[in-house]
């Protein structure tokens, strides 16, 4: 084998190799707005099933994985609410106790699952969300406290890649 065949051998066996240990990670995040008495969280989920929680009080984040079946299942559902256009729906809430929950992905921002309709591609993202905050131990969002309590900020970046 000459010189510059071994080199194109080597290219490409780098190549593939390089290739193979970055597959691409899709993200998205789980928004709750809180409440006056509760402070709201973000989810962040990536496809690969790694997740991290942060409440709005609080600096620290908290990891924790989903299933590889959940995080396919997830993100399926979320890209076909997107495709579907998947409909808002209003809902009473109470003034203390509302709250708001949205997933944002790539640019699109879900209906309220806090309120959903009785439309499929809603209820397949609460049912998927639902999942997401039982494998992340995630109950309810934590009390504020008082008086006052922490100010209430509602940040939803998207993950980065």
């Known amino acids: 084998m000459n010189r ?4 194109v051998v ?3 066996g780098l190549l593939a190799v390089c290739t193979a240990a970055a ?3 899709d993200g998205a995040s789980i928004v709750n707005s809180g409440s006056t008495n509760t ?3 973000t989810v962040n989920v990536w496809s690969d099933g ?3 929680v942060t ?3 609080r600096t620290a984040k908290k990891s924790f994985e989903i299933s590889s079946s959940l995080a396919g299942r997830f ?3 979320v890209k076909a609410a997107r495709d579907g256009s998947a409909p808002a729906s209003h809902c009473m809430k109470s003034a203390s106790f509302g709250t708001a929950t949205h997933v944002h992905w790539h640019g699109w921002i ?5 309120c959903p309709g009785d439309d499929k591609l809603t209820t397949a993202l609460v049912n998927d969300v639902s999942a997401i905050r039982t494998a992340g131990a995630i109950t309810g969002a934590p009390l504020r406290g008082f008086p006052g309590g922490a100010p209430r900020l509602i940040v939803s970046p998207e993950p980065t890649q």
Do not use: C, E, H, K
């Open 10 to 12: 080597i290219v490409l």
């Open 75 to 77: 993100f399926s559902d």
């Open 55 to 57: 409440y709005q009080n």
């Open 4 to 7: 510059t065949a071994f080199a």
């Open 110 to 114: 879900s209906p309220d699952l806090d």
């Open 39 to 41: 402070a709201g969280y």
């Open 23 to 25: 597959p691409l990670r």
């Open 50 to 52: 790694s997740a991290t």
